[in-house]
């Protein structure tokens, strides 16, 4: 699916939960069965994850510490606009620099996310690995979505530098101060892959680029939720230890939106 019209599904707010843009139901006089249908139904049942281990992943041992930071963390409200220390000049780098990049590497990211509920992202180095990162950020679904309509969307995580011997690496820092188009929203959190983001990695595993819905957890949203995915390769460009960007790449003469990711310790 060309990602023009993957962006256009997932800023569309009007779809049905199986994906139709148009379904409208037909009145019906109540009735007995009616009353049974509007009965929540159960989830359908889980898949078989079948995703594997990427080549370059390994096993992190402080999975409790980061739900600990998720759980503290999630509840933050979002809060009052700040100036991003970090400088993004819109185009600083632009698309035929990114692609002669020499230290660019294509992976998979995905935007994805129940409607009122946070987005999060995560990487992946193809749609049939593992997530090498899932980060729940600081912004409702609805409000990106609206942001990407407005077709150039700048995401800054920003957190401390660590000291010269410190050897975590980059991506795993547990907690980011985020801001979008220069605004700060308040906090990104980095979390193990729980069972529902291994689901949408699941269901996704098709898919190489393209947006659209899935049909909610009704437990979570309520029979009537759906979760939003956009979908799409990013170029990875690492400039330090400390700074790293992922740049949503799209399709020679493509006019979707434009997004980038940079993550910095300063």
Known sequence: MPLSHAAFLFLDHQRSPMGSPNAKAKPQSPTAADDDSQTPQPPPPRQLVSLVQPSERKKNKSTKVFRVFRSVFR????????????????GSLSEGQRSSSTNGKKVTGTLFGYRKGRVSFSIQENPKCLPSLVLELAMQTNVLQKEMGTG??????????????????????PLWTMYCNGKKTGYGVKR??????????????????????????????????ELAYMRAHFERVVGSKDSETYYMLSPEGNNGPELSIFFVRI
């Open 75 to 90: 509840s933050f409200p979002i809060v009052a606009p700040t100036m991003c220390k970090m400088s993004v000049t819109p």
């Open 192 to 225: 193990e892959a729980l069972e529902d983001d291994l689901q949408v990695m699941e269901l996704l595993k098709p898919v190489s680029m393209g947006g659209g819905v899935l049909p909610g957890n009704c437990e979570v949203e309520g029979s009537d939720g």
């Open 152 to 173: 150039m969307v700048r995401i800054a995580l920003e957190c401390d530098k660590r000291p010269e011997k410190d050897k975590t690496k980059l991506l795993e820092e």
